[in-house]
């Protein structure tokens, strides 16, 4: 397929338990790149909200595992085929280039493929009781059963495809109903996903989605008396509002990141530096888990800058529709122009341009920027756009760790070494999530436990099998046991 050659535009419909239903308020989805309309999405407003809970909270899901499996599995088969049309979704709505979006196609089919797989594991326990004097010829078991309520699932922009994978095949794996709020600044990805459930034999009650902002909708999906769980992923600033005003039901917030990548002294700086400018510029710059710092110890520091900008200056920023572009645009011109204010911010205050242009639109160049003191907004807040950004630190492993937790988040990390003592001591005094030796903050698989503390969080993880178990109430129960 020629990724060169723009989609349509679409006009679309919320799908509401699988009826398409518009309205006459439309709000433009617009390409970041060329600011060309590539869509138009209804502006839902609380009564479509809570239509769609009511519906769900209506209907009980009685699919089997074997059933949910075929769904899931279908499901990520449809996906596989369809690869390249949805990353043309992709990168007409986010900007992302046609790499990155085909890489996270290719994701998706593993989101799918792993709750398929899991779905028909029982996840049950068994528990003796005679272990003890104070115990009985009894045994204790466990099963999990889907959320008497619905869950509201609310996702960003910056993954259209996988990170709305990531809420619904727990989901739907674990026999639950949801209603889907995707970002207006990317929902034809999300729409397109629910229109491949329903072929692939999903209950159209089970899955709703809504489409527009706050705007409009408020905050329906929040408070609807028929959710029982948010799932939120986002910004900090959004993920304390659902915290403060979703009352009293189960939040899981997947909010910023910060994530440092550090080199050591002993560090292999080639490999080092292919990571820092991979990591900072993947997805241009726009994942949670992103290399937002790269702390490099004083020693090697400007060796390392060297490599850095070599490997920089070998991608390729522009169309993102063009096969050969490593790095598209950000979200929109607002961001960059963000971006490069901080970028202007950190040169005041003695950090150097090794490499990069400026801005033009949302296109915001990958650029090194070397020397930044830490404390400066371009490195101490999430700053999400391609820049790779160096602070170099003393050579001295307590100040190195002090430097990577003074910020407020805590969601992932990668480290540059092959010292047992270094290695051990970061894996237990970082304040993050995940630690990653030798690679970028950002690696994981789909089923592995994810999330952050501080402010990345509230500590809940995502990835597949940790995400079935906050969709699920655990329900306890005993017999006697004599044999």
Known sequence: MNATVKPPVRREAMRIAGKLVTTDDMVEVRNPYDDSVVGLIPAARPEHVREAFAKA???????????????????????????????????AEAGLCWKDSLYEASRAYDVWSFAAQLTIKDDGEMFSCDISPNGKARKIFTTRQPLL??????????????????????????????????????????????????????????????????????????????????????????????????????????????????????????????LAVTGATKNSGQRCTAVKRILVVESVADAFAKLVVEKAKKLKCGDPMDPNTDVGCVINARSAALFQARVDDAVTKGAEVLYGKRVEGALFHPTVVDKIPYTCELVHEETFGPVIPIIRVPDDIAEVIRISNSTAYGLSSGICTNRYDYIQRLIADLEVGTVNLWEVPGYRIEMSPFGGIKDSGLGYKEGVVEAMKSFTNVKTWSMPWTA
């Open 57 to 91: 909270k209506a209907f009980k899901p009685t699919l089997s595992r074997y059933e949910r499996q075929q769904i899931l599995q279908k499901t990520a088969e449809l996906l596989r085929d369809r690869k390249e049309l949805f990353a043309k979704l992709i990168t």
């Open 149 to 274: 309520g619905v869950i509201s699932a609310i996702t960003p922009f910056n993954h259209p495809l996988n990170m709305v994978s990531h809420k619904l095949a727990p989901a739907i794996a674990t026999n639950n109903r949801l209603v889907l709020k995707p970002t207006e600044l990317t929902p034809l990805t999300a729409l397109a996903l629910a229109d491949v459930l329903y072929e692939a034999g999903l209950p159209p009650e089970m899955l709703s989605v809504v489409t527009g902002n706050p705007s409009t909708m408020g905050d329906a999906m929040i408070t609807d008396p028929d959710a029982d769980l948010v799932t939120f992923t986002g910004s900090v600033r959004v993920g304390k509002h659902i915290a403060n005003t979703a009352g009293y039901k189960r939040i899981v917030l997947e909010l910023g990141g910060n994530d440092p990548l550090i080199v050591m002294e002993d560090a292999d700086l080639d490999k080092a530096a292919e």
